[in-house]
T-cell receptor, first 114, second 113 residues
């Protein structure tokens, strides 16, 4: 079956711009989570959506937001980009039962802010 | 919140030898502990996980042990092969708090032929 699909794979944006990243989960998975991966901070949780509702949120500023659609596809948006937002953004999907099923990650979107 | 520490940060082993990666966690309520392998250019891939009601779990050459009292868990890879070279991450979560994983800092494993 198809895995988690993230688009685009690479993105270059200028400081101050905004960006939208997309994630299509595995068919049947209702939970989508987003993580930011950087060499300095490692993998950090951004937020989780389940059945179109934000179920959990990490410690990121309000410039980071997301949403989930009725088909479980999810988007995350970053407004007023800063140089420090350069990172690999990973989407992960699961059936949605915390602690009982593991995540499947996509290959990520590499965002570079210049 | 939860804090997960992972050691060592790099590990070099000879092909055929064993590799051990250790993680400690801070939140005694954490009850789910997955391990991920990340290869260059790819997202993390779940390789094994363990829940707090189990002390040890094995899947072919990979095993994970959990010590709830000491709040640490370890990944053991036996008979290492060059394709085991990757970055490995441990993580912890409290299922009562939702589907949020707190990751360790990662271990870069190099298996030398």
């Amino acid at each position: 079956k198809a895995g988690v699909t993230q688009t685009p794979r690479y993105l270059i944006k200028t400081r101050g711009q905004q960006v939208t990243l997309s994630c299509s989960p595995i068919s049947g998975h209702r939970s989508v989570s987003w993580y930011q991966q950087t060499p300095g901070q490692g993998l950090q949780f951004l937020f989780e959506y389940f059945s179109e509702t934000q179920r959990n949120k990490g410690n990121f500023p309000g410039r980071f937001s997301g949403r989930q659609f009725s088909n479980s596809r999810s988007e995350m948006n970053v407004s007023t980009l800063e140089l420090g937002d350069s990172a690999l953004y990973l989407c992960a999907s699961s059936l949605g039962v915390p602690g009982l099923d593991g995540y499947t990650f996509g290959s990520g979107t590499r965002l570079t802010v210049v | 919140g939860e804090n997960v520490e992972q050691h060592p940060s790099t590990l070099s082993v000879q092909e055929g030898d064993s590799a051990v990666i250790k993680c400690t966690y801070s939140d005694s309520a954490s009850n789910y502990f997955p391990w991920y392998k990340q290869e260059l250019g790819k997202g993390p891939q779940l390789i094994i996980d363990i829940r707090s009601n189990v002390g040890e779990k094995k899947d072919q050459r990979i095993a994970v042990t959990l010590n709830k009292t000491a709040k640490h868990f370890s990944l053991h890879i036996t008979e290492t092969q060059p394709e085991d070279s990757a970055v490995y991450f441990c993580a912890a979560s409290n299922s009562a708090a939702g589907n949020k994983l707190t990751f360790g800092g990662g271990t870069r494993v190099l298996v030398k032929p």
